[in-house]
């Protein structure tokens, strides 16, 4: 089992910037691919960003390339995942979710159904 735990939501003016983590406890390793999804109200969940087991590849979604930065780092016992979100607009208002992958092939995947454990999500909300 891998537990997943966010962190760093909150509340931003558009133009401002967060920084969310995942820290990732319980059967670690550097196994898994990793990825950001959020969701807002009455909409599906949405894939944000992807990296690789080792964080050599990245993945991002159209409407965050060049604003988010994902990243993570694989200690011996812990992995943690970074997202770096810089000017932060309203529409990025959601619950920020992290999820973990088994398998290789589905690293950077866009489908929610592809990873097999997800965090309980951190709130970022973005005023205009």
């Known amino acids: 089992q891998v537990q997943l735990v966010e962190s760093g939501g909150g509340l931003v003016q558009a133009g401002g910037s967060l920084r969310l983590s995942c820290a990732a406890s319980?059967?670690?390793?550097?196994?898994?691919?990793l990825a950001w999804f959020r969701q807002a109200p009455g909409k599906e969940r949405e894939f944000v960003a992807g990296i690789s087991r080792a964080g050599g590849r990245t993945y991002y979604a159209d409407s965050v390339k060049g604003r988010f930065t994902i990243s993570r780092d694989n200690a011996k016992n812990t992995i943690t995942m970074y997202l770096q979100m810089n000017d932060l607009q309203p529409e990025d208002t959601a619950v920020y979710y992290c999820?973990?992958?088994?398998?290789?092939?589905?690293?950077?995947?866009?489908?929610?159904?592809?990873?097999?454990?997800w965090g309980q999500g951190t709130q970022v909300t973005v005023s205009s």
């Open positions: 319980g059967r670690t390793s550097s196994n898994y691919a």
């Open positions: 999820a973990a992958a088994f398998s290789a092939l589905y690293s950077g995947s866009y489908r929610p159904n592809d990873y097999n454990y």
